[in-house]
C-alpha cells in the first residue's frame, strides 16, 4: 500500500493559483488511481479530480472544469492538482488519494489517504 503526503496549501487571493502537489513512497504507483478530494467546514468530502494510472484518463468535477488540472509524473511518484481562478468556494481541506479501482469517483474505493493540506481563498 502507499503513503501519501500532500504539500502546496496556503492562503491565495481570489483569482490566483496554487498548486498542490502528493508525493506517495510504496511499490507500483503508476498501477493505482489517484484523486483530490476537497471537504469544507460543515459540508462532506467531495471529489475534485481522478487520474487513472493505466491511461491517464482524468475526471473532473463539474465545480472545477476549466480551473482545475489533475496531472501526474510515475516517474516521481507524484501526482499534482494546478488550481487556477480560485475562489472562496474552493476553500477547503484538501486530500489526495490512491484506489486500485479504474478512475473511481466513490471515496469508499480509495484505500490510501494522505493527511490533507489547507487551502484558504479569501476575497
Known amino acids: 500500500q502507499v503513503q501519501l503526503v500532500e504539500s502546496g496549501g496556503g492562503l491565495v487571493q481570489a483569482g490566483g493559483s496554487l498548486r498542490l502537489s502528493c508525493a506517495a513512497s510504496?511499490?507500483?504507483?503508476?498501477?493505482?488511481?489517484m484523486g483530490w478530494f476537497r471537504q469544507a467546514p460543515g459540508k462532506e468530502r467531495e471529489i475534485v479530480a481522478a487520474?487513472?494510472?493505466?491511461?491517464?484518463?482524468?475526471y473532473y468535477a463539474d465545480s472545477v472544469k476549466g480551473r482545475f488540472t489533475i496531472s501526474r509524473d510515475n516517474a516521481k511518484n507524484t501526482v499534482y492538482l494546478q488550481m487556477n481562478s480560485l475562489n472562496g468556494e474552493d476553500t477547503a481541506v484538501y486530500y489526495c488519494?490512491?484506489?486500485?479501482?479504474?478512475?473511481?469517483?466513490?471515496?469508499?474505493?480509495?484505500?490510501?489517504w494522505g493527511q490533507g493540506t489547507q487551502v484558504t481563498v479569501s476575497s
Open positions: 487520474i487513472s494510472g493505466i491511461d491517464g484518463r482524468t
Open positions: 488519494a490512491a484506489s486500485r479501482v479504474y478512475l473511481t469517483l466513490d471515496h469508499r474505493q480509495y484505500d490510501a
Open positions: 510504496g511499490r507500483a504507483f503508476s498501477s493505482y488511481a
